[in-house]
């Protein structure tokens, strides 16, 4: 397959998805603003996220899908069948456990995320009601897992969408009804929540039926037992402990970077959340959507001992990553409140609302490279089997920002936080680049100087036309004229992708020489 195609498939539908997520946080931001309430919410949607990210897509998907994809390329579908189901099975049943619980412990699990919370009965209430939803995407994990290694991106990179609109239409149509019961309103959005993580486990079903490998979940002590003695699993749950260690570090930051939020008055939590729905444009549209196509592909050259090609497939995601990321890093840095205008400055989102997030926004675009960078690199390693490397890396990482939170925090507040996790993030990624590089995994193909230089100048022509748009125009002013606020970001925007490439191209950029690997 095709790997640029491949990657503009899921970056399509990734678009769609986080479009469809602004819509979702554009309702919340008119409806509640940034207040004790949503920081209430936002707390207890991150907690059954961050395990989904830690168990789910995180330590899981990094053991399984390697092993999956080996299993695949030598063993054959069948065998490879048997292994789905008996991961399958000992992951329903781990996950029943933690659903239990995540339910029965909340209180304790809230604190720990959020002790600084004006609303933290609130919180503990939603946390009770949305920790479900780990259940139902930890499945949808495995799903995503099994459809990726079998080549088949659209269902599970489509999937998010669900969650948006089902969030959307309980706060459109669910909340005048709370009202009326004398229910507060932003429930409406937990609802909405775990009616979304069912919607996208249904959708797996047909896709994985499509292909054959629809788990036969055993629901007796036997099957259990049969699934536990399974060779595959024991090699998916020897992976997993460095692997969850690895993702623990990033989650734990996550975790840190709450607590510290939920102290700096109220919005701080909420102003750090808006900031992250527009960082995660690009690092889903572009980070996410590598890793998922690299990483299968990793795997199957790594199983075919295809070093070459295995080199290969990093310099061409690298090098893709660094010629969209640059430029989006410069217009979060240069450009954050016209886009954070245009996305939540209405009704309870005000003004002090809007810089506030900018601030986070700007400490995001700082590191943004990075952030993405360790998305296209550590597959690197995971391909390999080699998830210690990784989590080493993870561990100083971890150390490393919290003592610029310590030095940040009290300087720039909520900023700071952003700013800390970005600067980590570059560390991270240029520690794996050179891990990767000194062990001859991975090995530059010709031409990066170049090819660096006319992204650098591609670049300075966009944040110097973006740059004067933003101090030209009046973006708070126009909050009462939306439609055109919202006509002149869609054209500056437009412009300056037009000067991107074209430079690019004027330079002597071949852009197409990325949609030549397959």
Known sequence: MNLLKAATTVSLWTLLSRVTGLVREQLVAHAFGASAMTDAFNIAFRIPNLLRRLFAEGAFSAAFVPILAASRETDGDEATRRLIDAVATMLAWALLATCVIGVAGAPLIVWLFGAGLEELDLAVLMTRWMFPYIGFMSMVALAAGILNTWKRFVVPAATPVLLNLSVIACAWGLTPLLERHGIRPIHALSVGVVLGGVLQLAVQVPALARIGCLPRIGLTPARLRSAWHHPGVR?????????????????????????????????????????????????????????????????????????????????????LALMLAWPCALAMLVFGLPLMAV????????????????????????????????????????????????????????????????????WLGHAGLALATSLGAMVNAGWLLRGLRER????????????????????????????????????????????????????????????????????????????RRG
């Open 343 to 410: 996305l939540f400055h209405h009704g309870a989102f005000d003004e002090r609302a809007l810089r506030m997030s900018t601030l986070a926004v700007q400490g995001y675009g700082v590191g943004l490279i990075g952030l993405i960078g360790v998305k296209v690199l550590a597959p690197g390693f995971y391909a390999q089997q080699d998830i210690r490397t990784p989590v080493r890396i993870a561990i100083v990482v971890l150390l490393a920002t919290q003592v610029m939170n310590a030095a940040f925090v009290p």
């Open 235 to 319: 090699r998916v749950l020897s992976q997993m402990a460095p692997a969850l260690l690895g993702v623990s570090v990033a989650q734990i930051s996550l975790l840190i970077n709450s607590q510290i939020a939920s102290h700096l008055g109220a919005g701080a939590v909420s102003w750090l959340t808006y900031a992250d729905r527009l960082m995660e444009f690009p690092t889903a549209l572009l980070g996410v959507a590598l890793g998922v196509v690299l990483t299968p592909g990793l795997s199957a050259l790594k199983a075919r001992g295809d070093a070459q090609g295995y080199s290969g497939h990093l310099d061409w995601g690298l090098r």
């Open 440 to 515: 001859g995994i991975y090995m530059p193909e010709p031409g990066w100087g170049g090819f660096i230089a006319r992204v650098v100048v591609a670049s300075a022509v966009l944040a110097g036309w973006l740059g004067w748009v933003a101090w030209r125009l009046d973006w708070v002013a126009l909050q009462a004229q939306w439609l055109l606020r919202a006509g002149l970001l869609f054209g500056a925007l437009a412009v300056a992708a037009l000067l991107y490439f074209g430079v690019l191209w004027a330079l002597g950029l071949n852009l197409r020489q990325f949609a």
